[in-house]
C-alpha cells in the first residue's frame, strides 16, 4: 500500500497563498484517484479536490482558489491554495486509492491510503 506524508502547511494571513504537497511511497501517476481533504475539530471531513486521470475537480468553495496537480515524475501530489480566508483553516489530508474505474470522487470511505495531515491556519 502507498505511503502518504504531507507537509507545507502553517499560519498564514487572509489573502495569503501556501503549497501543500504530499510525498508518496510509490508511484501515484495514472491509474490513482488523488484527493485532497480538510477536516476542521468536531466536523466531518470534506473533500476538497480531486484527480482523475489527470481532471481535477474542486469542492465550490475552493474551486477558482486552489489547484490540484502532480508532478510529472508522479510521485508528489501537491494542492497550491490562493486567496486564503479564515474559513479555510483546517488540518489538510492528502488521500489515494486505485481507479479501478468509475471515476474518482470526493468520498473518503474510498480512499485506502491517507497521510497523516498538515495543519493550515489563516489568520491575521
Known amino acids: 500500500e502507498v505511503q502518504l506524508v504531507e507537509s507545507g502547511g502553517g499560519l498564514v494571513q487572509p489573502g495569503g497563498s501556501l503549497r501543500l504537497s504530499c510525498a508518496a511511497s510509490?508511484?501515484?501517476?495514472?491509474?490513482?484517484?488523488l484527493a485532497w481533504f480538510r477536516q476542521v475539530p468536531g466536523q466531518a471531513r470534506e473533500g476538497i479536490a480531486v484527480l482523475d486521470n489527470g481532471y481535477p475537480t474542486y469542492k465550490l468553495s475552493v474551486k477558482d482558489r486552489f489547484t490540484i496537480f502532480r508532478d510529472d515524475a508522479g510521485n508528489t501530489l501537491f494542492l497550491q491554495m490562493n486567496s486564503l480566508q479564515p474559513g479555510d483553516t483546517a488540518k489538510y489530508y492528502c488521500a489515494a486509492r486505485i481507479d479501478r474505474g468509475g471515476g474518482c470522487f470526493l468520498l473518503d470511505h474510498q480512499y485506502t491510503a491517507w497521510g497523516q495531515g498538515t495543519q493550515v491556519t489563516v489568520s491575521s
Open positions: 510509490l508511484y501515484i501517476g495514472s491509474g490513482y484517484c
